[in-house]
């Protein structure tokens, strides 16, 4: 687990605060955690990677990879979203 930080300087409107505050009380976090969660998840990839145990179960994804033909190294290392799709 990741444990070096950064303090910053941030300002934020009072309201905000008071928001964000209460509901870092509410999920049991510090408001510290609470805030760098929501920012974790708004940056989070769009591209979630798969999990092979997932579809290997399902016959249709097992068809369809049937039917993709292997994927050239060099588009991977160009494609950063295909890589992380792929788990590479």
Do not use: C, W
């Not at 408001?31 to 990677?49: G, H, I, Q, T, Y």
Request: aromatic content about 6%; glycine content about 4%.
């Amino acid at each position: 687990m990741e444990t070096e930080r950064i303090q910053t300087g941030l300002r934020f409107k009072p309201a905000l605060i008071a928001k964000l505050k209460s509901k870092a009380k509410r999920n049991n976090k510090s408001f510290n955690r609470f805030v760098e969660d929501v920012l974790e998840k708004e940056v989070a990839d769009e591209f979630p990677r798969l999990n092979r145990e997932e579809f290997l179960k399902d016959n249709k994804f097992l068809a369809l990879g049937k039917t993709i033909r292997e994927i050239p190294q060099e588009l991977i290392d160009e494609n950063p979203k295909l890589a992380h799709i792929l788990g590479v």
